[in-house]
Every structure is written in C-alpha cells, then in structure tokens.
C-alpha cells in the first residue's frame, strides 16, 4: 500500500507530540507541534543541526543514541529523558523517541518529543505535597506531645493535692479526737481540686471540638451583657473594660454557655498582658452574612512568632504556673465547632486584637433559653435503674438518688441491667446509664429496654458522647444528657427534668 505524501504529512500535524525527520543530524521536516515546542519556524527549524535543539548535558548524555544514529540501522533506537533548548533560552524536559526507517526516499531518523513540562511539575507538586505532609505529621506530633505534657502536669498537680488532702482527711477522722473544721477545710481542697480537674476537662474538649455542644439562637450583645459584671469583677480595677455593642445585630447559632467561656478566656489573656493596666475593648458588628466580635487591649502585644503559636495547645508566653496555655486553643475549638472563624492581630508595644466571626442565625423562631436555674425537686417515689461499669461512680450516683427519696436498681453493664429489670415487676421510670460501657453502649442498652417497657424514659450520663449520642458536635433531638462529672445537684436537677418532661 502506498501512502501519499498528503497523508503522511496529515499524520505527522495529528500526532500529539513533536516530530523531527533527520538525515543523520540535520533536521528535514518537523510538525506544527515541533515548531510549537521549540519555538522556531519552520523554515528556521529545517536544515539546522539536531544539536541547536539539544543542551550541552544533553549532547553528552547521548554519545550511544549518536552513534547507533550513524549507522543507520533499521529499528528503533529507544526513549531516553534529556533537556532540549528552546529559542527564548529556556530549558524543558522532554521523552524522546528515536526510530530508524527505510524509505523509498532514503534511509532517515524520525525522532518523537515528548514535552515533559507538565510531569514534572506534578512530579514536583506531589514532592511538595508529600514534604508539607511529613511537617503536619511532624507539627501535629509536637502539638500531641506538648498536649499531652502539659495535661499531664495539669492533672498530676490535681491528683497530688487531692490524694494528699484525702490522706489529711483520713488521718484526722481516724484521731481519738477528730477536728471536724479541719476535716471540713481539707475536703473542701479535694473538692476545689476536682473543679479544676472538671474545667480543664472541658477546655480539651472544647479544645479539641469534641464537647457535648448545646446550641441556641441568641443575642451576642446579650449574651455579653450577661457575663460584663462578671468580668470587671475579674479584670481588677486597673483594667478599664469598654462595650461597644453593635447597633441591629442579627442573632447567631451558639451555646451560651462556650460563648462566656470564649470572652472570659480573651479578657484574662488580655488581663494578664496588661500588668500595668490599661483598656480593654469589646465591640461587636455585622460583617457580611457574620456577625463579628473583637476583643482589643493595649497590652504588650505578640511578636509574629508568637501569633503563629498562639492557637496552640499549652503554648504560653507566661511564666512556669501562670497559665495552661489553653485558653486561645479553647477558643479556637469553640468558635470552629459553632461554624465561625477566629484570627489575631498583634504587634509588641502596641496590642493584641482578637477577632470573632460567626455566622448569622437563619432560624429565627427559637431565642436565648432564659430559665432560672433552682433547686432539684423532690422525689415522688420513682424507680430508676442506674447502670454504670464504675463501681464506684455508680454507687455514688446511687448514694445522691436514694437519699433524696429515689428507689434505686444499679447495675454494671446492659447484660444486667436488662436482666434486673427483667425480673423487677414494678415500673421502672427511668433508666439512667452511662453511655461508653464494656459489652453493650448505653443507646443499645435504652433501645432495649424501652422496647419492653415503652414508658421508660432515658438520662445518658457520660464525659465524652460525641461519636455515640450526637452528630456534628451537636446533641440530637430528644436526647437528655449529664455530662461527667457532676455533683448530686447536677444529677437531682437532670433526673427530675426527665421525669417531668
């Protein structure tokens, strides 16, 4: 079969890559994606050397592919990777392919180019990638590393004061004649220790955005209002505190309660970097579709080194003692988990502003719950089944329930629970269990039981609900939970609000 000129030439402008015919080194015709790839015309490009096109490295690199060109045997040659030389100057990778083919004509080269620009820039990105994921893995360690050192710290402090205080407890009971205000001073440090303890369970929670969150549609003025009080009594007097609400706020989806957490963090920090006193500013504004809240002092301000930091877990600029260095990393968590953003601005001399955006409410039928907390109710003879694997913690939960007029069943895990209360015969109002237990989850425990008893209702207790009770850090409709720990006021006041819903 013979093939035309016309359509051999249509194949050559077809193919994707470039093509060079040569007669031993001199290039006789190219395709239009060689005169694209190199730069030069046509007519600049046929009856010029090969080695125009070729760097130097690439001419020495290639004294085998030159010699078996020379000889001319039929076959192809095979693909190496070079750098040809375009005419502006630059240097690209190329493939090329080189074939030796008899004609009628002769006896030529053909050489096919591959333009390898765009491989290796993937080549480079994927290093690239692979580069900042192996200092993420390594920032993300040193983060779990400090976290975990200064949790540690933390809690071995707790732990010393309440064992030790524990002991002081024991020992002046046990005396011929206890002091009964020493006993009372000395369970009152175990009891402030384990606040402690409480609080900064909550900060790595919300920290880490894993804390049970109880959102609401609420007023940011208000919600500022309510904690203002609370924090000039903090500031101290050298601090001169100004609000600046913002006029026609719209309202924002947020649990009250993290929203206090996050101004009362920021107006400590800010506190403390303002030994000397100074003003601290809190003002709020709408910001597109955010409404935003900014806290400014006049302090000593953060270097840029220090800002970068600032987020983290247990970083702190201030002395051994004088902070957990969670309080930016708490706020980070809270304002992140609530769908908002968070960012400081600092110089040293100068101040540190830090601004809040979160995002308007779309929901405006819900507002602030304003109920007023009061004592528990008394009890009216319910029967509860409280299921804890914590021997400990469960006769506690006991202990408050009976004596505030409860009749208590206590089981240890789901299996016994469902078989107690398969052989109670009386009604069984409501079951209250924890939620992460060996053998049987809370859920599937309360699944179980209201099956058969379709009038029991449900209380969870639990330190850590996330993956089992609640979605998108947000609690599901219709579930009622206590988080631990808790005091029996706590308990009281969540048992009776089950019962009475």
Not at 1 to 20: C, K, R, T, Y
Not at 361 to 368: A, V
Request: charged content about 25%.
């Amino acid at each position: 079969m013979e093939w035309s000129e016309e359509l051999v030439g249509g194949l050559l402008q077809a193919a994707p890559d470039a093509i060079l015919v040569l007669d031993g080194h001199t290039i006789l015709l190219v395709n239009d994606r060689a005169v694209e790839l190199y730069g030069w015309s046509r007519d600049e490009l046929v009856g010029k050397s090969i080695d125009m096109l070729l760097t130097e490295d690439a001419r020495m690199m290639l004294p085998e592919r030159r010699r078996k060109i020379d000889e001319g045997r039929p076959g192809p040659i095979g693909a190496v990777t070079a750098t040809v030389r375009r005419r502006d100057g630059t240097e690209i990778p190329v493939e090329s392919s080189v074939s030796i083919v008899d004609t009628q004509q002769g006896r030529f080269a053909v050489a096919v180019v591959r333009d390898l620009t765009e491989r290796a820039r993937a080549e480079q990105e994927k290093a690239r990638l692979r580069a900042e994921a192996h200092v993420h893995r390594s920032q993300r360690l040193e983060s779990l590393g400090q976290l975990a050192g200064g949790v540690a710290h933390d809690f071995n402090n707790m732990l010393g004061v309440i064992v030790n205080y524990a002991s002081f407890v024991i020992e002046e009971a046990s005396s011929e004649s206890p002091d009964m205000s020493a006993i009372v001073a000395d369970a009152q440090q175990v009891v402030q220790a384990g606040k402690r303890g409480t609080d900064l369970t909550h900060q790595l929670l919300a920290f880490a955005r894993r804390e049970v969150v109880r959102p609401q549609v609420l007023d940011l003025n208000a919600a500022i209002g309510e904690v203002e009080e609370m924090l000039r009594r903090s500031l101290g007097e050298h601090i001169n505190l100004i609000v600046r609400p913002g006029e026609e706020l719209p309202p924002v989806v947020c649990d009250p309660g993290q929203i206090s957490q996050v101004l009362v963090n920021l107006a400590l920090n800010a506190r403390d970097a303002m030994p000397g006193g100074g003003d601290l500013v809190i003002d709020t504004g709408r910001h597109g579709e955010q409404v935003r809240l900014r806290v400014g002092d006049s302090g000593t301000g953060m270097s840029p080194e220090v800002v970068e930091r600032a987020f983290e877990p247990f970083f702190t600029t201030k002395g051994s003692g004088a902070g957990t260095g969670l309080g930016l990393a708490t706020v980070y968590g809270i304002i992140t988990q609530a769908g908002g953003e968070v960012s400081i601005a600092s110089s040293p001399g100068v101040g540190t502003t830090v601004t809040v955006l979160l995002p308007v409410s779309s929901d405006l039928s819900d507002s602030l719950d304003k109920s007023v907390t009061s004592a528990p109710a008394p009890a009216r003879g319910e029967t509860l089944l409280v299921v804890e694997d914590e021997a400990a913690l469960r006769d506690v939960a006991g202990r408050i329930l009976s004596g505030a007029g409860y009749r208590v069943l206590a089981a240890e895990c789901g299996a016994a629970a469902l078989e107690l209360a398969a052989g109670h015969e009386g009604s069984i109002d409501l079951l209250v269990s924890d939620v992460v237990m060996p053998g049987m989850l809370g859920k599937e425990l309360a699944e179980r039981l209201v099956s058969i008893r379709p009038d029991t209702r449900v209380l969870y207790m639990s330190g850590y609900a996330q993956p089992v009770l609640h979605s998108q850090g947000t609690l599901d409709p219709g579930v009622a939970l206590l988080e631990k720990p808790f005091t029996a006021d706590d308990l009281l006041t969540a048992v009776r609000k089950r019962l009475d819903d």
